[in-house]
Nanobody, 122 residues
Framework: QVQLVESGGRLVQGGGSLRLSCATS????????VGWFRQAPGEEREFVAS????????YYADSVKGRFTVSRDNAQNTVYLQMNILKAEDTAVYYC???????????????WGQGTQVTVSS
């Protein structure tokens, strides 16, 4: 199995920055694309950003483009989500997931982390 563990979530003021990490097992980052998703209470889980196995291709939801940056360090088996200019609307549990391609649909990802809470105060 592929294992993923998110970390870095915390309470942050609006306009602030936060960096989330997704640690993966073994050779995961050398063979899997990784996506970031988020879910607010009572809402459907939604796509945030994704990155290909090589790191050459990235995709972002319109709501975060220009503010969030996804990157990966395959030597450390870690994917990052740098979040800047945070808004109250960014408050959610953030999940990382691994799949065969950096799709925007959560249905394409077979492995998921446990999630990390990000709260942006107004």
């Amino acid at each position: 199995q592929v294992q993923l563990v998110e970390s870095g979530g915390r309470l942050v003021q609006g306009g602030g920055s936060l960096r989330l990490s997704c640690a993966t097992s073994g050779r995961t980052l050398n063979s899997y694309a990784v996506g970031w998703f988020r879910q607010a209470p009572g809402e459907e889980r939604e796509f945030v950003a994704s990155i290909s196995w090589s790191g050459s291709s990235t995709y972002y939801a319109d709501s975060v483009k220009g503010r969030f940056t996804v990157s990966r360090d395959n030597a450390q088996n870690t994917v990052y989500l740098q979040m800047n200019i945070l808004k109250a609307e960014d408050t959610a549990v953030y999940y990382c997931a691994a799949g065969p391609a950096p799709a925007t649909s959560l249905k394409r990802y077979g492995y998921w982390g446990q999630g990390t809470q990000v709260t942006v105060s107004s």
